[in-house]
């Protein structure tokens, strides 16, 4: 909702700066999203007439002018606009202004010829040009000399308001002034709505076959109206700043009421309709060509303003090019009407347009306003555009009843925590225009029209905290009994985790849990995942059961936008059947991606792509010393031989490996990327810390190189030589890997580095070499012998 404060000040002249009325606005839960000035800032121009035009001698497109700025004499200006001719009065920029982007003005020659000045058009001052090519030729009644901020009310403020929902009554002018009255106990002054007597006997019939849907219809012709009188500066200007373009007069008046007042109105061509009007649902299949020159096709849902022949407007949403208005109409309808907020709302989406009507029809138009609504736009369809008056017809449904509600004094100082004097109470809920009515322990409310919102008890407690102020409310009056509880030893911060990927070079990114169902079958191989049963569009109809589609969408993503390294991570839950009567479960996973090079570009070092043990590195840092194996396994998102299954004590936590060569090229990706996924409990799960002495005895270290077969993995050699149970190892970690002159054909060196120390007493050969020997021949059992 956007307005400005001179219109909101007509019907509540708050003392308030716009900045303290921004503050105020924002705490009473009416947030102030913008607040910009009606135009920017410039000083030195005024309000001029021009006294005379002459060419000037030397440039065919430029004009002398002689114009009378209200110094006392005339004063000469040379001007290029085309349409500049004598007795227009327009703004005139005098020596030592300074225009929008500090543009100063000084006298000047052009072409020989002096100029004292500027004469300025709507861009050069930064205001609307509205299809003007020139000068901002200004009315008539323009004293001259005025400075021009005054007479266009320039230093005016613009809000933009971010209205909830459920605050349908704040979409008006007269809204927003009931509620700026009872915020600053300022006087509300809503527009006075004069009642315009019947001229003709003339009367547009309504039918209303839809009772639950439209609770009232209000309609009255007026005719020999000019559909082409312009419409006046003072509306056009409201309506502009109030973010909505100038159209005719006939539209422009339909427009203003609905901002005056907030309440949405049609305006038809009398003359195109035929019999009475009909609100009813339209028939399936039923065309309609709408005033946005859409053409839609209709479904028994929605609802209509028809006539004896065809559907004329979709109610409450948009009216149609058929009946519509236009330059030569001379016969009007105007509509007043009450439409259901269920059966407008979801109707913007449905037929892929919106209207402000829409807006507030599907939120709640108080229904007692639509009379009100035709008197004011008949005066004003009178002032600007003449005509007869005819007969207002009003045809009534079923329509919402004025509900009542208690509150209690006792009740607002329980739940407020603060004391508000029953005086105070009573005046707040009258300024809110509640109407309150002292009882015996409070006041019965009867909610007027405009509330829908409200309907209990614990919502009029919420009007008076609003209105009188969340900030004055003492916030020393709550209590709690929430105690901060102890990590458990063996559980590890989450935030260690985030902690953890980011020292690693990773960024956190957030996908959606619903997914393409291709991707569920590709990196999951997922045949039967979990449907959606009304899913966001077409490519989010399943849950997902692994982090790698999102992933892989991120890495699409970022290469679109040149960005060639990539490490992400996302910690989010997967969701799988659970057995087959469709029960789920929910798993939280941390799942990673790593592309392009293992450093940033730079001068150091040589650029060098990712590999799988880099990937494996980061997740070995992740897991904090468990003892992860990786077993060479295949999964349908990876490539064969070159994943693994992680596992620790036996049991599998994860998956890492290179994405497989299919999808690389289904997803149109130049290499392959590297992603793992581990079970986030694993990762979270931890020993306690337990306390150990250091031995005070050096340690022994051997290094022992074996010559394997090619098809024998290091797994295979640490588990021959893990099976060596004693409690002076204190570690077995591989070293070097050698293949090449010396070795037979189809074979490998591997070296390992042992370590060893006792708690008790320096390690001698006597004690090492059995070890040692023991060591040896559990790693011939996988073929490995003694190099």
């Known amino acids: 909702m956007q307005f400005p404060y001179s219109w909101l000040k007509t019907q509540a002249n708050a003392n308030q700066t716009p900045e303290q009325l921004a503050h105020l606005l924002t705490m009473a839960g009416l947030e102030v999203e913008e607040m910009n000035p009606a135009a920017p800032a410039f000083t030195g121009v005024v309000v001029a007439e021009v006294k005379s035009v002459e060419k000037h001698p030397d440039a065919d497109r430029l004009n002398v002018t002689q114009v009378d700025a209200g110094t006392g004499e005339l004063i000469q200006i040379v001007c290029g606009a085309p349409n500049v001719r004598v007795g227009i009065k327009i703004p005139c920029a005098l020596p030592d202004a300074v225009l929008p982007e500090n543009f100063k003005i000084k006298p000047t020659k052009m072409r020989g010829v002096v ?75 809503p527009i006075k709505i004069n009642h315009i007597p019947n001229q003709t006997t003339q009367k547009q019939a309504v039918k209303i076959d839809a009772p639950d849907d439209c609770g009232r219809f209000i309609t009255r012709v007026i005719s020999d109206v000019n559909a082409t009188a312009p419409s006046p500066d003072w509306l056009v200007q409201r309506l502009e700043r109030a973010g909505i373009r100038s159209v005719s007069a006939l539209v422009d008046i339909g427009n203003y009421v609905m901002l005056e007042l907030g309440q949405p109105m049609h305006v038809f061509d009398a003359d195109k309709l035929i019999g009475s009007l009909n ?59 009450w439409f259901k907020p269920e059966i407008i709302s979801g109707k913007s989406r449905q037929y892929g347009f ?87 322990d409070g006041f019965q409310v009867t909610v007027p029209s405009f509330r829908y919102d409200i309907e209990i008890e614990e919502d009029l407690i919420e009007e008076i905290a609003r209105v009188y102020g969340y900030e004055n409310i003492p916030d020393d009056c709550t209590a709690g009994k929430l105690a901060m509880l102890k990590l458990p030893e063996n559980r590890r911060s989450r935030f260690g985790v985030y902690q953890k990927m980011a020292e690693r070079g990773f960024q956190e990114v957030v996908s959606y849990a619903f997914v393409n169902e291709d991707w569920e079958q590709d990196f999951a191989n997922n045949q039967n995942p979990i449907r959606l049963q009304n899913p966001l569009a077409a490519q989010y ?247």
């Open 115 to 189: 100029s004292n000045g500027m004469l300025c058009s709507a861009k050069e001052l930064g205001l609307p040009e509205n299809g003007v090519d020139g000068l901002l030729v200004l009315p008539e009644n323009a004293p001259v000399g005025q400075n021009i901020r005054e007479f266009l009310d320039l230093d005016d403020t613009l809000f933009t308001l971010k209205i909830t929902p459920n605050r349908a009554d704040c979409l008006s002018i007269k809204g927003l002034a009931r509620e700026v009255s009872a915020l600053t106990q300022c006087e509300f002054n």
């Open 279 to 337: 609100i009813r649902r339209a028939k399936n299949g039923e065309v309609l060509e709408c005033l946005n020159e859409k053409t839609v096709t209709l479904s028994d849902n929605t609802l209509v303003v028809a006539d004896e022949k065809q559907a004329l407007s979709i109610a409450g949403l948009m009216g149609g090019a058929a009946s519509a208005v236009s330059d030569t109409t001379q016969n009007i309808v105007l509509e007043s009407a």
């Open 354 to 440: 919106g209207s402000d009507s829409s807006f507030r029809f599907e939120r709640g138009v108080d229904f007692q306003l639509q009379r009100d609504a035709i008197e004011r736009a008949t005066e004003l369809v009178i002032e600007i555009c003449g005509g007869q008056v005819g007969e207002i017809v009003e045809e009534i449904a079923k329509l919402p009843e004025n509900k009542t509600v208690v509150v209690r004094t006792a009740r607002i100082e329980k739940m407020l925590g603060v004391q508000i004097p029953s005086e105070q109470v009573e005046m707040i809920l009258h300024h809110l225009g509640l109407q309150p009515e002292k009882t015996v």
């Open 541 to 787: 109809a399943v849950m997902r059961s692994t982090l790698m589609g999102g992933l892989i969408e991120i890495l699409q993503n970022n290469l679109n936008r040149k960005q060639n390294r990539v490490r992400v991570f996302e910690i989010a839950r997967t969701f799988q059947k659970y057995n087959q009567n469709n029960e789920f479960i929910q798993t939280e996973k941390l799942g990673g991606l790593v592309y392009g090079s293992v450093l940033p570009e730079q001068w150091g070092e040589k650029a060098r792509s990712v590999d799988f043990y880099d990937v494996k590195g980061d997740v070995e840092a992740l897991l904090q010393g468990k003892n992860a194996q990786f077993v060479k396994a295949e999964h349908p998102a990876l490539h064969p031989g070159r994943c693994a299954i992680i596992q620790i004590d036996g049991e599998n936590v994860g998956i890492i490996g290179e994405l497989h060569p299919e999808w690389t090229q289904k997803y149109d990706l130049p290499q392959a990327p590297l992603l793992f996924e581990l079970d986030m409990s694993v990762i979270l799960a931890t020993e306690k810390v337990r306390y150990q002495t250091v031995s005070k005895f050096q340690p022994v270290r051997r290094d022992l190189a074996f010559v394997l077969p090619e098809n024998v993995v290091f797994a295979d050699l640490q588990a021959a030589l893990n099976a060596v149970q004693s409690d002076l190892i204190q570690g077995i970690e591989l070293f070097d890997v050698y293949r090449g002159v010396g070795l037979p054909e189809n074979h490998k060196s591997m070296a390992v580095k042992i370590i060893l120390q006792s708690m008790e007493t320096t390690l001698t050969d006597e004690i090492v070499e059995p070890l040692i020997q023991q060591l040896i021949e559990e790693a011939e059992k996988v073929g490995a012998k003694l190099r």
